[in-house]
């Protein structure tokens, strides 16, 4: 069974420029989480979708970041525009369904971003 | 809120040493618990969870028991090896609502031959 997909691996930026990340989840999982992942600090949640809709997108900086998931499969995150701040690794994760204290979220590699 | 304290790294062993990451946390209700770990390169991988007080968690030669009365999630492992070395996060997520995962801070664990 294939893993969580992400790409690009890594990105390197100067400030106030755009990026966009994409994520394919494992086929057939409804969730889909991007974690923000700054060095030396635990992964942050930005926001969890449950198939095409958004379930909590408390801690994404909104006036900044965007994320979506069309059609429920794939998702984008984009940072537009970018913050040194934002240095960071980007974590996605899918799990099969919402609502059940067994379910385990599974994560890709990440995208590691670098502003300048 | 949700928190996790973790021990504060970098630990570094020999070979064969006996291993303890400690982790507490604080939580509403009655979380589930977990041990991810981060080989170099690689993303994260569930290491062992709990999902209730008492419950052992184990895998690879790791374990971890849920203790609510003390609300701590502790790594043990008796005898590393260097593939062991990685980095090591304790996490809980709440069994209602959604179901973030709240991360500690990761503790890097460097295994000598």
């Known amino acids: 069974e294939a893993g969580v997909a992400q790409s690009p691996r890594y990105k390197i930026i100067e400030k106030r420029q755009s990026v966009a990340f994409w994520c394919n989840p494992i086929?057939?999982?409804?969730?889909l989480y991007w974690y923000q992942q700054i060095l030396g600090q635990g992964p942050k949640l930005l926001i969890q979708?449950?198939?095409?809709?958004?379930?909590?997108d408390s801690q994404l900086p909104k006036d900044r970041f965007s994320a979506e998931r069309l059609k429920g499969v794939d998702s984008t995150l984009k940072i537009q525009p970018a913050k040194l701040e934002d240095s960071a690794v980007y974590l996605c994760?899918?799990?099969?369904?919402?609502?059940?204290?067994?379910?385990?979220?599974?994560f890709g590699p990440g995208t590691r971003l670098t502003v300048l | 809120g949700n928190s996790v304290t973790q021990m504060e790294g970098p630990v570094t062993l020999s070979e064969e040493a006996f291993l303890t990451i400690n982790c507490t946390y604080t939580?509403?209700?009655?979380?589930?618990l977990f041990w991810y770990v981060q080989y170099p390169g690689e993303g994260l991988q569930l290491l062992l969870k709990?999902?209730?007080?008492?419950d052992k968690g184990s895998n690879k030669g790791f374990e971890a028991t849920y203790r609510k009365e003390t609300t701590s999630f502790h790594l043990e492992k008796g005898s590393v090896q260097v593939s062991d070395s990685a980095v090591y996060f304790c996490a809980l997520r709440n069994n209602f609502g959604n179901e973030k995962l709240t991360f500690g801070t990761g503790t890097r664990l460097t295994i000598i031959p």
């Open positions: 709990a999902t209730k007080a008492d």
């Open positions: 994760a899918s799990s099969p369904v919402s609502g059940s204290s067994y379910n385990e979220q599974f």
């Open positions: 979708f449950q198939n095409n809709g958004v379930v909590d």
């Open positions: 086929s057939g999982h409804a969730t």
């Open positions: 939580a509403t209700g009655y979380p589930s």
